[in-house]
Every structure is written in structure tokens, then in C-alpha cells.
């Protein structure tokens, strides 16, 4: 168990594939098994291309996040907040699944945004998914935004667009207050999760992993556990 009173936690899509949610570049991962589908992560290609957008719209519509379930996993960062240790919960997921488990919603920073709300690109109009998808539903296949007519696209960020700075300095807020950084199922080969790695490491505050496979971080952990995670997690914060 981690004794510390002030733990920042990372979580990225290992933590949510017990709950059936595929790993996008695991080995069992949409982009590894169909190359073509990252098209409709790609903004310059969903925004010239109504055939990208329409195809990006039905993955939605059968997306996982929609019924999965938090596993052990999550439920186990609930508990860690509800002891009062947790400087924030910093996801690479867009599934949701922290905050259906029970996390407060000001403490989960998530850095590549979410499936459940949809942005229009050109007013910057939010609005819940549940608006769209009965539009989807009857017949439309690329719903444009109701104020101004612009393109509409689910709240996440693809390739090409820039992170939230609000998130990000969140994100590092939570980092620099922690006394121990947990990274939980990230394989922390991209930024910005190396780049908080560095962060806590560059401050002196303990790396903990929890991952089924090697990371470029694992030499500087204090602490690496590959066991998978549903189980890691409950023995680790309690
Ligand atoms: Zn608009």
C-alpha cells in the first residue's frame, strides 16, 4: 500500500480495458487492427471530408464507452479520493468511466477530453452527446451545430489539435502538489503523460507504475507493479 498523504494519479486506457474498452495502440488495438480508421482521429481530414465525418459519427454511435462499467480499478481511485489523498485524477481516457465510478468531476483532469459532450468547431458551442444522437438516430449523418451551422465533433482531441492549457495546468497543478506520482495502464510514450512524469521526477516526487507492460520510465520508478490493475489498484490504496 502507499502510505503517502498527497498522491497525483495518471491513468491511461489500461485502466479501462476490464471494462471492455479497447486499447486504441495496445496489441488488440482499433488502430493496430484497422490502420484506416485513424482518419477520423486526424482534424484535418475530418474537417475537409463529410465522408470522414459521417464514418467518425457512426464509430460513435457504437462506441464501448456508452455502457461500460468502472472496474475495481476505478472504483479504488474513488476511494483514494475519498480518504482525502488525492491531489487530482489525470486521465488519458475519454470513456467517462472515472467520473460514472464515483470521482468528483473537479479533481478529473482529462487530458484528451471526453466522448460525452460534442463541440462545435466553429462557435465552440458545447453540448451533451445525448443532443446529437437522436439526430444521428434519424437519419442525419453528419449533424451540423443548431447555432451557427458549423461542423460538430465529440468533445476529444484529435491528431492535429492542441491540448486544453486550462486541463494541462490542472494537470500540472495536481503533479507539483503531490508527494508520490502513481501512473496506472499508460504506456508513457506520449506527451503530455511523459512530460508529467519528468515533472514529478525533475521535483524529486516517487514514480509509481502500474502496468502490464514495459514503459521508458520504468528504471526511474520507485516502484513497478505489473499485475493487472482491478486487482493492484484496491491493495494499493487500502
Ligand atoms: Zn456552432
Redesign the pocket.
Known sequence: MIDAERIAVLTGAGISTASGIPDFRGPQGLWTRNPAAQAMFDIDEYVTSAAVRAEAWKFRRVAAAWDAEPNAGHRALVELERQGRLTGLITQNVDGLHQKAGSSPALVHELHGTVWYVD??????QIPMAEVTPRLEAGDPDP???????I?KSATISFGQSLDQQVLDAATEATRKAEVFLAIGTSLQVYPAAGLCDLALNAGIPLIIVNAEPTPYDEEATQLITTPIEQALPALVT
Request: charged share 15%; aromatic share 0%.
Open positions: 462545435c468547431l466553429s462557435c465552440g458551442r451540423a451545430c443548431e447555432s451557427c451551422g458549423g460538430l
